[in-house]
């Protein structure tokens, strides 16, 4: 196979022949450069006045836009969209309507249907989790299973694996949940401890900030924390 690509000839004037900008070296064509290294390989802007269009990506190398060889667009699974460095990267998964915005956002999900995830690594670790929603960087970025949970904000669910329907908002907040469910925080480091606890409400910058296991599986009913650090040293209660 040649490796230095020869010029294709074109009639410059009436019958004068002269080298062309386009390349073959029987493998791969060039324009612009004599030495292509794909089917077609441009050396310079492209400009592209309709459509551009890509077939259904069915694997890795088959309807994916690529940037530095990383994929950064492509539509893997039925109903999905990701956009974003090595967003929703497992193509060898089996899901649907799942939508990835950020670098390595959904990167492991591989049978997770109908999850969000608008960050850089929102929702990294999936595998199975359904209908989850993560906005904004490391957000629910360990969950592995976890189902029915919203995280907004910079790592709020960071720890989650198992936990289902919690909510977040805000900075950290329920970051060390693992496992716990039904839990609501809202404000920067809110229930940031909790990690099995479950059915705790805090609402305000720290609250319930230490919790730890308190909810009703502790107690004979789950915790509510209104205020900024508003039963912030709480832990099993």
Do not use: W
Not at 9 to 14: D, L, M, N, V
Not at 100 to 124: P, Q
Not at 127 to 148: D, E, F, H, K, P
Request: proline share 2%.
């Amino acid at each position: 196979v040649q490796t230095c690509a020869l010029p294709i000839s074109k009639f410059t004037a009436g019958t004068t022949l002269s080298d062309s900008q386009i390349y073959d070296n029987g493998s791969n064509v060039g324009i612009g450069t004599s030495s292509p290294t794909a089917k077609l390989d441009v050396n310079g802007d492209l400009a592209v006045s309709s459509s551009l269009n890509l077939p259904a990506t069915v694997g890795a190398s088959i309807g994916v836009l690529k940037i530095g060889g990383v994929p950064v667009l492509h539509s893997f699974g039925n109903a999905s969209i990701f956009v974003g460095p090595n967003a929703g990267n497992d193509f060898s998964m089996g899901q649907s309507a799942n939508t990835g915005v950020g670098a390595m956002a959904l990167f492991s999900n591989v049978f997770g249907t109908g999850n969000t995830a608008t960050g850089a690594s929102a929702l990294y670790g999936n595998g199975l989790g359904n209908s989850n929603t993560a906005t904004g960087t490391y957000s629910l970025y360990s969950n592995v299973t976890g189902s029915l949970n919203s995280a907004l904000g910079h790592s709020a669910l960071y720890s989650n694996l198992l936990g289902n329907s919690n909510t977040a908002v805000g900075f950290s907040a329920l970051h060390d949940n693992s496992s716990g469910d039904g839990n609501t925080a809202v404000g920067g480091g809110a229930l940031a401890k909790n990690t099995t606890g479950v059915n705790n409400t805090a609402v305000g910058r720290g609250a319930l900030g230490n919790n730890t296991t308190g909810g009703l599986e502790t107690s004979v009913s789950g915790n509510t924390a209104l205020g900024a650090t508003a039963l912030f040293s709480n832990k099993i209660g």
